[in-house]
């Protein structure tokens, strides 16, 4: 009967230093996430750099001239747009002919859509960074809804304020819009991405940038040419946003901008899980080129979700269990007291997440928390474990 004390009590112990260890210091990104508050954007600008926006559109016309006029309605002073479609050169030659008709700062050219072994994406960005005339290049793409007029603002407003000269990187933030998806699966989606850019955005609100958001970014023309723009990735057709990032960021010259203004939301229809899927499977295969303390720390975020709720569990099992050999209900003290600490751990987590999420413009889940955190580990398995026999397809000459 002694020995059962000492392990229950054991039991409780390990769980409580587990719990502790992961809010104080495993959990530090999302806690950085959380206490963020706006910097450059509420500094009078000092700069007004040209900046060039990199549109990669993949949309239909109509859909691509509602989005320029977004755009084109933004508040920053000096800006010019480069829209790189995929179409033929006769397609091109119209919209070209209906944007300049419309929009005087707008440019518009074209990949052909036989373009093959190479990424599309690195091709259109390159052809319309040099194009561009700007020193600030800032890269999105067609389909994302634009918040508000002081989106382009918010993200460059890095490089206009009194350190501007030693700012290179601005790293915006963007997430799938999660409404075109059906199903209980949309809210772990969305669980998934927030759990995992909070890694990211956690690190570079640490002065550790490792990856970015290429649908909301904003980096120096310069430093593009200087590193060889996507050299190091290609014969990937990704890495634009985090091989690329990880090479050119460092702690002095990158900062992260995530105001609700700067906030995009991007949308694929009916395409939207897919592309989840595929965005998902692209950064797995590619944190094989990043660092790897951010996934080891995720890794135990995950390990320490189980090992407390197991070693919870474990000691009401035995408390109830010595309490039915005994009869003696203050042997289930050690019971109540382990249901007490699973449900504040719970609640810990579950409040973090929330205010975690509201920074991020995501929903704030409730009670849906604790359990889409015991499953991530393992759906994140099975997922790699699907997608494993397709890796090939990252590199450009699978397809």
């Known amino acids: 009967m002694f020995m ?49 926006v990199i549109v990669y559109s993949q949309v239909s016309e109509e859909e691509l ?16 747009v480069i829209v790189v479609c995929e179409s033929t050169a006769e397609s091109n030659e ?53 918040p508000s007029s002081g989106w382009l603002s918010s993200l460059v407003s890095p490089f206009r304020g009194e350190n501007a000269d030693n700012t290179d990187v601005s790293l915006g933030y963007s997430h799938f819009d999660y409404s075109e998806m059906h199903g209980w699966g949309k809210w772990y989606r969305e669980f998934n991405s927030v759990m995992s850019d ?13 990856r970015g958001d290429g649908n909301n970014l904003a980096f120096r023309r310069k430093l593009f040419f200087d590193h060889k723009g996507y050299s190091q990735s290609i014969y990937l057709h990704s890495g634009d946003d985090d091989i690329f990032i990880h090479s050119i960021a460092r702690p002095d010259n990158t900062k992260i901008v995530l105001t609700p203004e700067s906030i995009l939301s991007i949308e694929w229809g009916d395409a939207s899980k897919r592309m989840w899927s ?21 890794g135990a975020m995950s390990a320490i979700q189980w090992l407390v709720t197991l070693s919870l569990a474990a000691t009401i099992a035995m408390s109830l269990w010595t309490a039915c ?33 509201e920074k991020m413009c995501a929903t704030r889940l409730w ?8 499953a991530k580990p393992i759906l994140n398995f099975f997922f790699r474990l699907h997608h494993r026999k397709h890796r090939h397809l990252n590199f450009t000459w699978a397809r």
Not at 105 to 125: C, D, E, M, W
Request: aromatic letters at 12%.
């Open 278 to 298: 595929t965005r998902k499977e692209q950064y797995e295969f590619t944190s094989r080129w990043l660092p790897r303390k951010p996934f080891l720390r995720a």
């Open 367 to 374: 009670w849906a928390v604790p359990s889409f955190l015991l």
């Open 325 to 357: 050999q005994t009869r003696d209900l203050t042997e289930c003290a050690p019971a109540a007291s382990a249901l007490v600490m699973l449900i504040l751990f719970r609640i810990v987590n579950i409040l973090l997440y929330r205010k975690m999420a």
């Open 198 to 210: 909070s890694l990211w955005i956690g690190y570079a609100l640490k002065g550790m940038p490792y």
């Open 65 to 80: 001239m509602d989005y320029l006029h977004d755009l084109c309605g933004q508040d920053y002073p000096d800006f010019e």
């Open 94 to 146: 119209m919209l070209l002919e209906s944007c300049t008709r419309i929009f005087s700062n707008v440019y518009v050219t074209f990949i052909p859509p036989g373009s093959h072994n190479l990424s599309r994406r690195k091709l259109a960005q390159t052809l319309g960074i040099k194009a561009a005339k700007g020193e600030i290049i800032v890269t999105t793409v067609a389909n994302a809804v634009i």
């Open 4 to 52: 059962e004390y000492q392990l229950t009590y054991l039991l409780m112990a390990v769980a409580l230093t587990l719990a502790l260890f992961s809010f104080l210091w495993l959990q530090r990104p999302m806690s950085r996430i959380i206490d963020y508050k706006k910097t450059e954007t509420d500094i009078p600008p000092l700069h007004t750099p040209k900046v060039s």
